[in-house]
């Protein structure tokens, strides 16, 4: 281990990372803002040199190092690599070998006050012919070592190892990665519910956890199963619910929807008497839920309150509203009758109405329990969201996949807006973070571009939260195997990025766009990260790393495995009697 001397000589400090002769690469041959090339002297290392390695280069400041990461390595008497208007690769064709290197930061042995402390950025580039060398064995070690030990130990998230190396661990700073948004990517079987599960689980230690998963397909049942659950659950209702309902079950009545969210639903654009059946749906909406204050005696919420405001109202007497409307007679001249004003226009729009009302599908919203028709019933809900009671867990799995697809992005932008809606009108001292965790995002979140009426206003909602949300302490994660179908807008304010192995260009692209110019050579990587091998980049973390995730324990690996479709075809014969059930759970929409 070396040392730092100070100006008069005297010894201040080792200095942990401790560079011999043999460690030397070579020198500085070329430097511009992006980008370094570095010609290699010691020609013994050129076989231990990899694509991805860190190198440390001097600066003018003996206690300065920069930190670089090597994107590409080339042996000398290259014929033919000169490729079209790149004059750094013209220069590394010669009799030499070169390395080029993008700075990632700066390590300070001395630092003010601090000692070992790496920095993002650049203070001061490196001179034409400063030493280079490379960053292995116990220098590696302290260095990852190093990244890490400024989070303090109750903010710190570990998430699995380093690739470079696995006997450091991948430390986040926790606060960094849930308060300014995060992102897990990758393509499908690549490990994303694995890392889900396993951020869920480090996350579950800490005393008032609050995190909602909104789960499309059921993956997440089994943290909240077992005899150590560490997730409470519920399940949007479905068709089996509405006679018979369970404390886990969650309705979400069609009055928590604001005007634009229903008539997405209802309302046909293309109809000549739209205008006419927008107009009297929201004067009849507003008027049923005037009445409902009145009954509850809301004086004072009823000088302030609109027709969005979540206050219960019964959707068939707004339907009798509706047909008085469309068949009352107009009075002429002289008493005689005529057609009336609005007779006749609202009478598809009524019939599209009773059709979702009928459809046991859509149960959850338009055929709500008594109770959820209490005006006291909202405020119980999101207590149990995002409050804490008796024996319940902060992590809440909310499982959507009996929820039709073409609502899918309504009732998730509806849900999420209640609860930021909540979180923002709340009393700043009193509030408490939470994270939605949007996993499938590309089913409910898709490029604005490609969205249609009912998708655009989930986006809105959701797009709120990614630009608002950190104000208020609301951040989201979305998961998604194809990034390039996500809204742009939301994937952009994700300052941190888990990133498992994408081969899809277009998703590729999409990630490239998101990193800074001196990272895009690293997702070159991703085609051929392993299961549950990722990228890390973001404030959370100080260097950009390939981490090898931790797994879940046993009893709570997400149901999302891949099946082995070879040894099961050898050993498993298919279940007759398990497809007949299956028909009658397909005609009764219901699996139990």
């Not at 089994?222 to 005899?227: F, K, R």
């Not at 073409?406 to 979180?423: E, H, I, K």
Request: hydrophobic share 40%; proline share 4%; aromatic share 8%.
């Amino acid at each position: 281990m070396g040392f730092t001397r100070n100006d008069k000589g005297g010894i201040l400090m080792a200095n942990l990372l401790d560079f011999k002769e043999n460690d030397m690469l070579g020198r500085v041959t070329h430097v511009d803002t992006e980008q370094i090339i570095i010609e290699i002297e010691n020609a013994t290392v050129m076989n231990k040199i990899c694509v991805g390695n860190l190198v440390a280069i001097e600066t003018a400041k003996q206690h300065e190092k920069l930190i670089a990461l090597i994107d590409k390595v080339t042996r000398k008497y290259i014929d033919n690599y000169v490729e079209e208007d790149d004059e750094i690769d013209e220069m590394m064709v010669s009799s030499a070998d070169y390395i080029k290197v993008s700075i990632i930061g700066t390590y300070h042995s001395v630092y003010g006050s601090a000692h070992d402390l790496f920095k993002r950025g650049v203070e001061i580039f490196p001179q034409i012919e400063s030493k280079c060398y490379g960053i292995s064995g116990q220098n590696l070690q302290n260095f990852m070592n190093i990244l890490g030990k400024d989070i303090d130990a109750d903010k710190r998230l570990k998430i699995g190892s380093f690739m470079m190396d696995t006997a450091a661990d991948a430390v986040l700073d926790g606060n960094k990665f849930f308060q300014r948004h995060a992102a897990v990517l990758g393509s499908t079987g690549s490990g994303k519910s694995w890392c889900i599960a396993n951020i869920l689980e480090k996350a579950s230690v800490l005393k008032y956890t609050n995190i909602i998963v909104f789960d499309m397909h059921g993956e997440y049942k089994s943290l909240a199963e077992g005899s150590e659950p560490i997730a409470q659950r519920f399940r949007i209702a479905g068709p089996g619910d509405l006679e018979v309902t369970k404390p886990d079950v969650l309705f979400l009545p069609y009055w928590l929807l604001n005007r634009e969210e229903l008539l997405s639903m209802i309302l046909d654009r293309s109809d000549s008497n739209a205008p006419n059946q927008a107009s009297r749906f929201t004067l009849h909406i507003r008027n049923l839920k005037e009445e409902t204050l009145k009954r509850e005696g809301k004086t004072d919420t009823l000088k302030t309150f609109t027709v969005d405001s979540p206050i219960p109202f019964l959707i068939n007497d707004l339907i009798q509203q509706l047909i008085i409307d469309d068949t009352t007679k107009g009075v002429g001249k002289n008493g005689a009758t005529v057609k009336g004003e609005w007779e006749g226009k609202l009478t598809r729009f009524i019939s599209r109405l009773e059709t979702k009302i009928g459809d046991k599908t859509y149960g959850f919203m338009f055929q709500p329990t008594d109770e959820a028709q209490k005006y006291d019933w909202l405020g119980e809900v999101l207590c149990r969201l995002l409050g804490y009671a008796d024996g319940e867990k902060g992590i809440k799995i909310i499982d959507f996949s009996e929820v039709p697809s073409d609502v899918l992005p309504v009732v998730t932008g509806t849900l999420a807006r209640l609860l930021y809606d909540v979180q923002f009108w709340m009393n700043p001292e009193k509030r408490t973070p939470f994270t939605i965790i949007c996993d499938e995002a590309h089913l409910y979140l898709p490029v604005k571009e490609d969205a249609d009426s009912v998708q655009k206003q989930a986006l809105y909602n959701f797009e709120r939260i990614a630009k608002e949300g950190r104000k208020y302490g609301v951040s989201i994660l979305p998961v998604s195997q194809r990034p390039a179908d996500v809204s742009k807008t939301i994937l952009s304010q994700c300052n941190n990025f888990i990133v498992l192995r994408l081969t899809n260009e277009r998703d590729k692209g999409v990630i490239k766009n998101l990193l800074p110019d001196a990272l895009k050579s690293t997702i070159e990587f991703l085609p051929l990260l392993d299961v549950g091998e990722a990228l890390v980049v973001g404030d959370a973390i100080l260097l950009p790393s390939k981490i090898v995730l931790d797994k879940p324990s046993d009893a709570h690996k997400p149901i999302s495995a891949t099946r082995n479709f070879w040894d099961e075809w050898d050993n498993k014969e298919p279940d007759n009697d398990a497809i007949i059930e299956a028909i009658e759970a397909l005609r009764k929409q219901c699996r139990v």
